[in-house]
């Protein structure tokens, strides 16, 4: 009897938000960083290794830090990261995860705000990324813009599987995700999104009624099953003619019937 298959709840989403990780500081904090906004599909991951800082809006919101904590904060809402005045100078890893994939409008809706984490340093997925960044900031060796360039790589990754183990949004991907009955759905859609998905096969798919799926799907996602799957197809589609791959191919490639249905979704939206 062949073992059930492992569920994979985020290859097929990496793959869908084509990641491309910058690191911006990794050092001491010794004055004010100011962030501005920015109308790019990216997220802005700041992790605090050592000391404090506060992490100001320009609403007036506050949110104090002590390290070990990572703050994530879309491009579109500026900050500042202010050093404490107090124990030294905090020491502070900055980069950006920009998304050139289709999935990202669907991960960055449940960054509406921003999230500052503290971090459990007993049994977190991001514990040895922490550890090895902050060791590398006190002891810097051979090689470092390279092992924190890849640093930068993974502690995004280990950001995902973070929150999908432990959800702190309201509701978006992670939180479905982080459910593995919806979970098998979501990874189903992105993985071809192109198949003929209906309520009744993802419902199938999820190992559900086709109302209690309905239902969960909402709670979690803040969308219909269908609404969600529309979104996913029109950005697929929109990365398809971008790319100059022509309205054929990109009907074909995200599920549109025809290229007259998928200029009429394009019109629309």
């Not at 998304?99 to 921003?114: K, M, R, T």
């Not at 197809?233 to 022509?246: C, D, K, M, T």
Request: net charge neutral; charged share 20%.
């Amino acid at each position: 009897m062949n073992p059930t298959p492992r569920l994979d709840r985020l290859s097929a989403l990496l793959e869908g938000l084509a990641p491309v990780v910058s690191v911006h500081h990794a050092g001491d904090a010794t004055t004010v960083t100011h962030v501005p906004a920015s109308e790019s599909d990216q997220l802005h991951l700041h992790l605090l290794t050592a000391g404090h800082i506060d992490l100001e809006l320009d609403d007036g919101r506050r949110f104090p830090l002590d390290a070990p904590a990572i703050a994530v904060v879309r491009a579109d809402c500026p900050h500042r990261l202010v050093p404490s005045g107090s124990a030294g100078s905090p020491g502070l890893f900055c980069a950006s995860a920009r998304f050139d994939g289709p999935a990202a409008g669907l991960l960055l809706q449940a960054f509406e705000q921003p999230l500052p984490l503290a971090l459990d340093e007993n049994g977190s997925e991001l514990d040895l990324i922490v550890r090895l960044i902050a060791q590398e900031l006190t002891q810097p060796r051979c090689g470092q813009p390279a092992l924190l360039a890849r640093a930068g790589e993974i502690l995004f990754i280990g950001l995902l599987r973070h929150l999908v183990a432990n959800p702190r949004t309201p509701a978006g991907l992670l939180n479905g995700l982080a459910e593995p009955r919806i979970a098998r759905a979501l990874v189903a859609m992105h993985g071809t999104p192109q198949a003929p998905w209906t309520l009744e096969s993802l419902a199938l798919e999820a190992g559900m009624s086709r109302t209690a799926f309905a239902v969960r799907f909402r709670e979690a996602m803040n969308h219909t099953p269908g609404a969600y799957l529309a979104h996913l197809r029109l950005s697929v589609a929109r990365r398809a003619v971008r790319s100059g791959r022509g309205l054929k191919r990109a009907a074909a490639e995200s599920g549109y019937a025809s290229t007259t249905a998928l200029s009429r979704a394009l019109a629309r939206n």
